[in-house]
């Protein structure tokens, strides 16, 4: 990342940047950039911050979402009930603070603007989130957060390293403007953690459980050969 850094402050923040994300995902990484040299670079995923046993993280996640996301994003997979329940969030508060497109708490989250609409403003209307994670990867999603830059050729004024030429604008960037470097990727960690969640909320579940499955069919394994012996033993 120092290199990408050197190459943008040589180029300055409206640089033209090409960049492949697609090839580069298949090869472990985010994206390509030329740099100021015109040579092509790679450009590496950083690790999300995922941890469902952190409810408040999850908490965070939630509200920044409904505050940054839910007016454009829909997650249609999502109820407000599920939210409630798994992220141990008390009915009444997800009622008051995190239902801004509905007042049904079994409602899924629906986006706050009509999709048409944003169609005609973006030229395409942005895409449900709730199996993002699972499309695109818990890092992928992650530096993409936050690998916006300004760029004041593009419609928007910002582009992204990851995805360049995103119709997507840069919705944290009051956010980012008021935290520090660390405060910032630590609530889009927030973030990126809820959207893993919403992706796949038993994913911690199924790790478990599939932990003590495989312990249970290693212990198996001992009595089944040593009945297989003996059932074999007077067999030449």
Same mark, same amino acid.
């Given at each position: 990342m120092s290199t990408l850094i050197k190459s943008l402050a040589g180029l300055g923040l409206g640089a033209a940047l090409t960049l492949t994300a697609g090839s580069a995902m298949a090869e472990g990484g985010c994206g390509t950039f030329t740099n100021a040299d015109g040579v092509v670079e790679h450009l590496a995923c950083s690790t999300a911050p995922i941890d469902f046993t952190n409810k408040g993280s999850l908490q965070n996640?939630?509200?920044?979402? !409904?505050?940054?996301?839910a007016g454009c994003h829909s997650a249609k997979y999502v109820r407000h009930s599920r939210i409630a329940k798994d992220l141990e969030i008390p009915p009444e508060l997800v009622e008051k603070y995190l239902m801004v497109t509905t007042d049904q708490i079994g409602d899924h989250i629906n986006a706050e603007i009509d999709p048409d609409v944003q169609a005609s403003w973006f030229g395409a209307a942005p895409p449900d989130l709730s199996l993002e994670t699972r499309l695109r990867g818990d890092d992928w #999603?992650?530096?993409?957060?936050?690998?916006?830059?300004?760029?004041?050729?593009?419609? +928007?004024?910002? %582009? %992204?390293? #990851?995805? $360049?030429n995103a119709a997507m604008p840069?919705?944290?960037?009051? !956010?980012?403007?008021?935290?520090s470097a660390d405060e910032f990727k630590s609530e889009v960690g927030d973030l990126v953690n809820?959207? $893993? +969640? !919403? $992706?796949?909320?038993?994913r911690h579940d199924r790790k478990v459980i599939g932990f003590f499955v495989i312990l249970f069919l290693l212990v198996l394994l001992i009595p089944v050969y040593l009945l297989n012996k003996e059932f074999w033993k007077d067999v030449k």
């Open positions: 996640g939630a509200k920044i979402f !409904m505050n940054y996301c #999603v992650y530096t993409y957060l936050l690998s916006f830059y300004e760029d004041p050729s593009r419609p +928007w004024g910002s %582009n %992204n390293l #990851v995805l $360049a840069h919705v944290l960037h009051n !956010m980012q403007e008021e935290l809820y959207m $893993a +969640w !919403m $992706a796949e909320p038993i």
